[in-house]
């Protein structure tokens, strides 16, 4: 069965630094979602992307934070100023349709740790 | 916007009880309920989920009933087992929007 696949599967960083995740959506999903986890806490939504740009976003994901889809396979989420309040898991998510009934399926995640 | 709420925070069963995790939300305009289960360290994977135009759904052991009027819907495990420890995670679509809000979680023990 296809499955969301992420790297690094860690990340550790100094505070300042920017850090890049990556995804691999199920190949033939065409929505695309980041969301965080912070230890212990429920899984938060960030941003959601379709056709190129951002469908929506939430107010987690302010101007630090950006995604692109560098080419037909990738779906990158860039903190560009990293703080220690960005220590979380993250994941990527996709889904086939849209429309307030589709299923999405997350990745294994990438644990981030800003020290 | 659409607010989660999920109790109890953590349930403890002995193997073979059942478990029943609830949930409501606020936006009489949402339409998708999914439950995702996530083990320790590891990735939510969806369980079952329900749609507004139906009131109960079944899957072997798992059932989700969903209550529109009260705005509650309901996760049932029965014949629990060990290995069906973990944390679950309800969830809403708001009216209008495709993203889910998600509830705090239930941390499901299952002792055997």
Same mark, same amino acid.
């Given at each position: 069965?296809?499955?969301?696949?992420? @790297?690094?599967?860690?990340?550790?960083?100094?505070?300042?630094?920017?850090?890049?995740?990556?995804?691999?959506?199920?190949?033939?999903?065409?929505?695309?979602?980041?969301?965080r986890q912070i230890l212990g806490q429920k899984v938060e939504f960030l941003v959601s992307?379709?056709?190129?740009?951002?469908?929506?976003?939430?107010?987690?994901?302010?101007?630090?934070?950006?995604?692109?889809?560098?080419?037909?396979?990738?779906?990158?989420?860039?903190?560009?100023?990293?703080?220690?309040?960005?220590?979380?898991?993250?994941?990527?998510?996709?889904?086939?349709? @849209?429309?307030?009934?589709?299923?999405?399926?997350?990745?294994?995640? @990438?644990?981030?740790?800003?020290? | $916007?659409?607010?989660?709420?999920?109790?109890?925070?953590?349930?403890?069963?002995?193997?073979?009880?059942?478990?029943?995790?609830?949930?409501?939300?606020?936006?009489?305009?949402?339409?998708?309920?999914?439950?995702?289960?996530?083990?320790? $360290?590891?990735?939510?994977?969806?369980?079952?989920?329900?749609?507004?135009?139906? $009131?109960?759904?079944?899957?072997?052991?798992?059932?989700?009933?969903?209550?529109?009027?009260a705005k509650h819907f309901s996760l049932h495990i029965t014949e629990t087992q060990p290995?069906?420890?973990?944390?679950?995670?309800?969830?809403?679509?708001?009216?209008?929007?495709?993203?889910?809000?998600?509830?705090? $979680?239930?941390?499901?023990?299952?002792?055997?």
């Amino acid at each position: 069965e296809p499955e969301v696949t992420q @790297t690094p599967s860690h990340q550790v960083t100094q505070m300042g630094q920017e850090v890049i995740l990556r995804c691999v959506p199920i190949s033939n999903h065409l929505y695309f979602y980041w969301y965080r986890q912070i230890l212990g806490q429920k899984v938060e939504f960030l941003v959601s992307f379709y056709n190129n740009e951002i469908s929506e976003k939430s107010e987690i994901f302010d101007d630090q934070f950006s995604v692109e889809r560098p080419d037909g396979s990738n779906f990158t989420l860039k903190i560009r100023s990293t703080k220690l309040e960005d220590s979380a898991m993250y994941f990527c998510a996709s889904s086939e349709v @849209t429309g307030g009934g589709e299923t999405q399926y997350f990745g294994p995640g @990438t644990r981030l740790l800003v020290l | $916007g659409e607010n989660v709420e999920q109790h109890p925070s953590t349930l403890s069963v002995q193997e073979g009880d059942s478990a029943v995790i609830k949930c409501t939300y606020s936006d009489s305009a949402s339409n998708y309920f999914p439950w995702y289960k996530q083990e320790l $360290g590891k990735r939510p994977q969806l369980i079952i989920d329900i749609r507004s135009n139906v $009131g109960e759904k079944k899957d072997q052991r798992i059932a989700v009933t969903l209550n529109k009027t009260a705005k509650h819907f309901s996760l049932h495990i029965t014949e629990t087992q060990p290995e069906d420890s973990a944390v679950y995670f309800c969830a809403a679509n708001s009216g209008g929007s495709y993203i889910p809000t998600f509830g705090r $979680g239930t941390s499901l023990i299952v002792h055997p």
